[in-house]
């Protein structure tokens, strides 16, 4: 994996949405739910557009 990959969970909600689009391809607005996980794999974020805004749920 590459640094900037691993980088990525740091990102807030904007940051995700802009790295699904340029790093990977996908569009975050097509109201899929996107998971990304901490390297350990401790912590997860769930990025979600409702069509009202996007929303970060986290824990």
Do not use: T, Y
């Not at 996107?34 to 401790?42: H, I, L």
């Amino acid at each position: 994996m590459s640094r900037r990959g691993r980088s990525i969970f740091v990102k807030v909600h904007d940051g995700l949405a802009a790295a699904l689009q340029e790093m990977i391809g996908l569009d975050p607005f097509c109201g899929s739910a996107f998971v990304f996980r901490s390297k350990p794999a401790d912590r997860i974020k769930i990025l979600v557009w409702d069509n009202s805004g996007m929303m970060l749920i986290h824990n």
